[in-house]
């Protein structure tokens, strides 16, 4: 597995793994609100590639978070989420290897 920073040719494959990774059995023709988050964020400028990070198999793209900028009361924050992997590819640790990539970055860098 790779886990690399997002790319912008990654765009529909992320979408792809929002949607699957949380699609409702019960209503399979609805869009995941997951999705339109990652979008909304994504198209907004909002979303940050350096930060965000695509996971990589043999099988293709299977996994993704997203780190975003965000405002809590006055100071400029990193957001988390969404974070999502193909149903197919859960429980392999895909998700903690996302997060481990995010996790050691410096707490401290500031969004402008």
Known sequence: MIVRPQQSADYEAIRHIYATAFARPENPESVPLE???????????????ELSFTALTELGTVGHVTASRATVATDSVVAVGPIGVLTESQGLGIGRALMERFSPLPTTRRCH
Request: proline share 7%.
């Open 35 to 49: 999705v339109g988050i990652f979008e909304a964020l994504w198209e907004a400028g909002d979303a940050i590639p």
